[in-house]
């Protein structure tokens, strides 16, 4: 089964450009990854979804390097509602394997 | 449009006892799932379900465990002679139908935090 492994927790500041970075040495061939935010007492919100090289939408890029064992969320200009944890999933076969998180906290 | 919706909220039962945990997803969506968080970790899949049935049930824990969805739309997470240990946060997903479920958007809603004493 695959696994994911992301830092555990990030500080930024307003306005600064944040890279978080999910591991998954296991991906299979037809998996995808996807990103999601979640806050307190709050069900995971969708960011952004990819497969290979670089996704980019209105919030964020995913960028997946040739051989996707990791994969970089990219946030530009993070503002204080940013702070959040966020989640890599890994859509393995049927199965859905999210990564631990990693607490983002955005300091003014 | 309204969201996924769970009910109830909190859950708060004595150990060996029953409960169910109701989702009823966006309307129009086929594709559910549940997931099972720890407190500080990441969702745990639990199953999904693709109509009204079952697609993969891999990730529940043991047959204490069990999700009906009976006309495709709500669907209940029973649990039978709970334990402590099965105290968390449940949540409910779900995806609109046309896609592959390892790329659907899931749309998760609050969740239900079970505690068990």
């Known amino acids: 089964l695959a696994k994911t492994t992301q830092p555990i927790s990030m500080d930024s500041y307003e306005g600064q450009e944040v890279n978080i970075t999910c591991s998954h040495n296991?991906?299979?061939?037809?998996?995808?990854i996807t990103w999601y935010q979640q806050f307190p007492s709050q069900g995971p919100r969708f960011i952004i979804q990819?497969?290979?090289t670089k996704v980019t939408n209105e919030v964020a890029s995913l960028f997946i390097p040739a051989d996707r064992k990791s994969s970089t969320l990219s946030l530009p200009r993070v503002s204080l509602s940013d702070t959040a944890v966020y989640y890599c999933?890994?859509?393995?076969?049927?199965?859905?394997?999210f990564g631990p998180g990693t607490r983002l906290s955005v300091l003014p | 449009g309204a969201g996924v919706s769970q009910t109830p909220s909190n859950k708060v039962t004595e150990k060996g006892k029953y409960v169910e945990l109701r989702c009823d997803p966006i309307s129009g969506h086929t594709a559910l799932y549940w997931y099972r968080q720890s407190l500080g970790q990441g969702p745990e899949f639990l199953i999904y379900f693709q109509g009204t049935g079952a697609a993969d049930d891999s990730g529940l824990p043991n047959d204490r465990f069990f999700a009906v969805r009976p006309e495709g739309s709500v669907s209940t997470l029973k649990i039978q002679r709970t334990e402590r240990g099965d105290s968390a946060v449940y949540l409910c997903a779900s995806s609109p139908p046309g896609g592959a479920a390892t790329t659907d958007t899931q749309y998760f809603g609050p969740g239900t935090r079970l505690t068990v004493l």
């Open positions: 999933l890994l859509s393995y076969g049927q199965n859905f394997v």
């Open positions: 990819g497969y290979k």
């Open positions: 296991n991906i299979a061939t037809n998996d995808y």
